[in-house]
């Protein structure tokens, strides 16, 4: 297949329950999963009685025989794409349709119309190709077929479909027609978002962990970082990727013991030195994202001074007054920001990136903190609080008015994913 616009990204390895030497049956787990007394289960589609089904079954299998388990599994739920198909609704994954391109693989905008399957729709899609250079990356998009196919949720992406031919692995989602997140707040090409959409946003990715967070077993996440929070025309957000995904501890036990995967300056530090994961891991790199959205800073960025590459160091001592957290807002906000709201995000952040993972707080309780955001309609422009005195710009030694501070995009590198660590 050619591949327009390829970069060399390292793979990152697999890890989950699902593919775990153990030979687990997911499926079944999957049903134990499924959210059902707490709030967020009305969101949730029925969903079809599994055909129990194990990951090794799948992994060792042909691809005719994981097409018919799938078939067999998921039923009318997720469709089952020809290669030809996708190649016709992308113009053969033209770069003209390439939305993005990822650690596994470029992601192509294509038009399915009213005849390609009975029952669905026309619509607009995302067509994902994974770049399949063994094992690692059909484990991971088998991963996404098991969770995306079965959680289904507001607040997270849709999965349509997927393609598996010979060594061919591709994904269909529901196309996000504003992208993610990590573009909003980096690009230099996009407008700078407004406070209350910020707001919204936040909100929206945390009921779509909070939603995860609450099955009876319940699923980690693992990979919460802004450009897996991907925008809909409203600004809805909605959870993409769940590749690194995994279920959490059962019964008594407080966590999973993994490799440690995920992205640095998202990644919870606890997990990284112990591989122990936990839905309070995902709670830090939700802390981490609300500090993006505080300031207009990438989580990790090397091009800055070194005491300011990692974002939770560098702001970590400006969260508890509103005072000290305006030398650090974003500038591109220009002052039009809730100095209310904007304090609360920032204790909430702090919260959440406590190093003692038993102090941060369940994430239902950072929905409804958030939502209580939004009450507030005070402008630190309005009441003459932006921008920020000279003196305490000085004292923030921050560089918010820095040429730095101010230049997005270009040539800002990505945050690179976590090595993984082999434990022993
Ligand atoms: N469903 C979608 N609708 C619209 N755009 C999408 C969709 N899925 C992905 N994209 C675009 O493609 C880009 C690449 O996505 P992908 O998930 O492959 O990589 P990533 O999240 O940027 O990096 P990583 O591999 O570290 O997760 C996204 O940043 C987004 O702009
Ligand atoms: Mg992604």
Redesign the pocket.
């Known amino acids: 297949m050619t591949k327009q616009s390829k970069r060399a990204v390292a793979w990152r390895p697999f890890t989950s329950n699902c593919c775990s030497v153990e030979d687990q049956t997911i499926l079944g787990n999957f049903s134990r999963c499924r959210p059902s007394r707490s709030e967020f289960s009305k969101n949730i589609a029925p969903l079809p009685s599994f055909r129990r089904l194990s990951f090794s079954d799948l992994s060792r299998s042909s691809s005719i025989r994981i097409n018919e388990d799938l078939a067999l599994s998921f039923g009318p739920d997720l469709y089952d794409f020809q290669l030809s198909e996708l190649r016709a609704i992308t113009q053969n994954f033209s770069s003209n349709f390439l ?7 470029t ?1 192509h905008k294509g038009y399915i119309d009213d005849n390609l399957r009975p029952g669905l729709k026309a619509q607009p899609v ?1 067509v ?1 190709l994974l770049d399949i250079e063994g094992l690692q990356g059909h484990r991971e998009w088998l991963a996404e077929v098991i969770f995306l196919g079965q959680l289904r949720h507001p607040h997270l ?1 849709k999965l349509i479909g997927y393609c598996c031919e010979e060594e061919e692995r591709l994904l269909v ?4 027609p504003r ?2 997140l ?2 909003h707040l980096f690009k230099r090409i996009s407008i700078s978002l407004p406070w209350g959409t910020r707001v919204k946003i936040a909100i929206g990715a945390a009921k779509g962990l909070a939603f995860l967070h609450s099955a009876e077993q319940p699923v980690i996440y693992r ?1 919460f970082k802004t ?2 929070v ?1 925008l809909d025309s409203d600004f809805t957000a909605k959870l ?2 769940f590749g690194l995904a995994k279920m959490g501890p059962e019964g008594s036990n407080t966590h999973v013991t993994t490799r440690v995967m995920g ?1 640095y300056g998202y990644a919870a530090p606890e997990y990284v030195s112990t591989g122990h994961l936990t839905t309070k891991s995902d709670v830090y790199s939700f802390g981490v994202v609300l500090l993006e959205l505080l300031t207009g800073r990438r989580s990790m960025d090397k091009s800055r001074a070194k005491s300011e590459q990692n974002l939770v160091d560098w702001a970590k001592p400006y969260l508890r007054s509103s005072r000290r957290l305006r030398c650090i807002m974003d500038p591109r906000l220009a002052g039009q920001y809730s100095v209310k709201g904007a304090k609360e995000m920032g204790l909430l952040a702090l919260q959440c990136i406590s190093l003692n993972p038993k102090d941060r707080p369940k994430i239902p309780a950072v929905v409804e903190s958030l939502e209580s955001l939004q009450q507030y309609k005070d402008m630190a422009i309005t009441c003459g609080q932006w921008p920020p005195s000279p003196k305490s710009s000085r004292n923030s030694n921050n560089g918010v008015f820095s040429t730095k501070s101010t230049t997005r995009g270009g040539n800002h590198r990505k945050s690179s ?1 976590v090595t993984p660590i082999r434990k022993t």
């Open positions: 939305l993005g391109e990822g650690g596994f693989g992601v995302a994902k992406v989602y529901e196309f996000m992208g993610s990590e573009n990979d450009s897996n991907l993409s990727d992205t994913p």
